[in-house]
Each structure stands twice: as C-alpha cells, then as structure tokens.
C-alpha cells in the first residue's frame, strides 16, 4: 500500500514554472515506478510523465516533452515534477501516480488526491 501526497500547484503566467512534489507512505517507496498524470476540466486524465523505480528510465507525454522533468529521490520518498514553459493548455489538477511497474497511460494502482495548477494567459 502506498499513499501519496501532492503539493506545490498554484497560479502561473504563462512562460512561468512551478515545481510538484509527491511524497509518499511506505518503506517500499523505491520498489514503485512512480508518474504524473493530469485532468483539465471536461476533459478525460491523461499521462504526463513516468520514471522508473531507480530513476534511470523516465518517459514523457509528447504535450510535455522538453518542458517538464520528473524525478524522485528515493532517501526522501518523494517524487517531482518540474514544470517549465507553462501554458494554459497546461491548466488541469494534476496527480502523482504509483504502480509496480512503469505505467504509460492513467491506468496506474494508487493515486494521491490531486493538485491544481492554473496557467493564466
């Protein structure tokens, strides 16, 4: 069982960055992939980002690659996402995600309760 907590959404110009942390229950917190996936309003959650449990393989949504990094550091149990070059297609609640393995699409096995971040034009 893991349990996942989100911060740092919030109100962005467009251009600006925000940085998302995820930080996780559990002492096997290294032995999960961990992802972010985000839903806008009306719309369905869709994958934004994954990195395996060593950190070593990360994968990306084509919407976002270039902008965001994710990364984790296993000694704090936490998983980021590092915004960059935000837009306001970028708005949506975003959410960590974990699962044992590598998961490329919203079909991940625990979910934090979500954050939201706004992009402002």
């Known amino acids: 069982q893991v349990h996942l907590v989100e911060s740092g959404g919030g109100l962005v110009q467009a251009g600006g960055s925000l940085r998302l942390s995820c930080a996780a229950s559990?002492?096997?917190?290294?032995?999960?992939?961990m992802g972010w996936c985000r839903q806008a309003p009306g719309k369905e959650r869709e994958f934004v980002a994954a990195?395996?449990?060593?950190?070593?393989?990360?994968y990306y949504a084509d919407s976002v690659k270039g902008r965001f990094t994710i990364s984790r550091d296993n000694a704090k149990n936490t998983v980021y996402l590092q915004m960059n070059s935000l837009n306001p297609e970028d708005t949506a609640v975003y959410y960590c995600?974990?699962?044992?393995?590598?998961?490329?699409?919203?079909?991940?096995?625990?979910w934090g309760q979500g954050t939201q971040v706004t992009v402002s034009s």
């Open positions: 990195i395996s449990w060593s950190g070593i393989i990360t």
């Open positions: 559990g002492r096997t917190f290294s032995s999960y992939a």
């Open positions: 995600a974990a699962d044992r393995i590598v998961v490329r699409h919203p079909g991940w096995d625990y």
